[in-house]
Structures are given as C-alpha cells and as structure tokens.
T-cell receptor
Framework: ELKVEQNPLFLSMQEGKNYTIYCNYS?????LYWYRQDPGKSLESLFV?????AVKQEGRLMASLDTKARLSTLHITAAVHDLSATYFC?????????????FGKGTKLSVKP | SQTIHQWPATLVQPVGSPLSLECTVE??????LYWYRQAAGRGLQLLFY??????ISSEVPQNLSASRPQDRQFILSSKKLLLSDSGFYLC??????????????FGDGTRLSIL
C-alpha cells in the first residue's frame, strides 16, 4: 500500500527566510504532484514532476523529485506572506486501471512579517 | 478550456437526511472523475472514481454512493447522512489518458455540515 508522508506538518517562518518541505513515499512511483490550498478553498496545482531528477520552479517555490530515494522537496526561497497556505504532495498509486493519487497530510505554512 | 463546476458550495443538513452533490466538467470528453472528502484540518481521502458512464469504483466502504449518468456529470449521494459525513467534498477530473503531464483539476468544493 502506497503511503505518502510530509514533514513538517506545520511550519511557521518569517518573511525572507528559506525552508524546505519534504515528501516521502513508500513504493515505486514516477509521478508526483504538488498542490496549494488556501483556507476554505479548493486545491490549486503547483507542479507536476514526471521523472527522476525533475526540477520545476515558479517564483519563490522550487520542487524536485528523486525517484530512487522516493523523495520530493518543495523549497521556499525568501518567503513572503502570500505563500501562507497548506501544501500537499500527491503520488500516483499504480493500482487500478488508471492509477490514483495518494495525498500526504499537508504542510500548513504560516509566513509572518 | 476545461472547467469543473460543483454545487452547492455550502450545505447544512440534519442527521438522517439524504444528500446529493453534483459535479460537471465542461470542455473535455471522456474524463476520469473523482470524489474526495477532506475532514477539517486533514488530508484528502479518495471516495470514488469513474472512468466512464455507469462505471464507479469505490475506495472506502461508507454510506455514500456515486453515480455517473452522463459523460461529464458525477453525483455523490447518500440516503441517510451521518455526523461523520461532515467535511469538504471535492470533485476532480483528469483526461481519459490518466495522470501524466496534467494534474488532477479540482472543483471549488462543497462544505457539508451535518447537525
């Protein structure tokens, strides 16, 4: 059974600081997705990582995937308040005809001035 | 472009009452469709997915059911709601080819409160 673990689950950081969120998963998968969720809102896709060594960047966020280590990271550079949200990673479970997404529990990020 | 609609946005229901949540996708054909539930402060739990009309797969046993009467319509139902059914319900879709370079796209969600 595929399990996805994120850490930390809660992260409070100051504006301008850097930090990394980690996403570990338990079985082989070559597709990983990062989502952002604002309070009371739906999920917004941030990154799609499709191969070992994939790196994607958007603004102050950079995501990477190491399929051999079964690890993805979401790095935050010089955080700003607008980045406050909950971030989820999700990994494709290869069972079933299409594969389904298994989500981590999310990392709630709070950026303080 | 493709869009996904869910309604209602908010719903307050008494215990034991029935439920019907609707999700429709526009701008694509033969999508895979999904229902998730998110309990307060927690991650997403996949409830049902569908790869075609009338084809429903259930991921967890519960008093909920799903139906897909049309290609781009996905309905979540219950005959008798329980307190534990409270949560944020999200519908999502992917192209028929499945999860690849496109992620799952989520609707705006329905916040369901059971009293």
């Amino acid at each position: 059974e595929l399990k996805v673990e994120q850490n930390p689950l809660f992260l409070s950081m100051q504006e301008g600081k850097n930090y990394t969120i980690y996403c570990n998963y338990s079985t082989t998968s070559d597709r990983l997705y990062w989502y952002r969720q604002d309070p009371g809102k739906s999920l917004e896709s941030l990154f799609v990582l499709l191969s070992n060594g994939a790196v994607k960047q958007e603004g102050r966020l950079m995501a990477s995937l190491d399929t051999k280590a079964r690890l993805s990271t979401l790095h935050i550079t010089a955080a700003v308040h607008d980045l406050s949200a909950t971030y989820f990673c999700a990994v494709v479970s290869l069972g079933g005809s299409q594969g389904n997404l298994i989500f981590g529990k999310g990392t709630k990020l709070s950026v303080k001035p | 472009s493709q869009t996904i609609h869910q309604w209602p946005a908010t719903l307050v229901q008494p215990v034991g009452s029935p439920l019907s949540l609707e999700c429709t996708v526009e701008g694509t054909s033969n999508p895979n469709l999904y229902w998730y539930r998110q309990a307060a402060g927690r991650g997403l739990q996949l409830l049902f997915y569908s790869v075609g009309i009338g084809q429903i797969s259930s991921e967890v046993p519960q008093n909920l059911s799903a139906s897909r009467p049309q290609d781009r319509q996905f309905i979540l139902s219950s005959k008798k709601l329980l307190l534990s059914d409270s949560g944020f319900y999200l519908c999502a879709w992917t192209p028929r080819t499945g999860l690849g370079s496109q992620p799952q796209h989520f609707g705006d969600g329905t916040r369901l409160s059971i009293l």
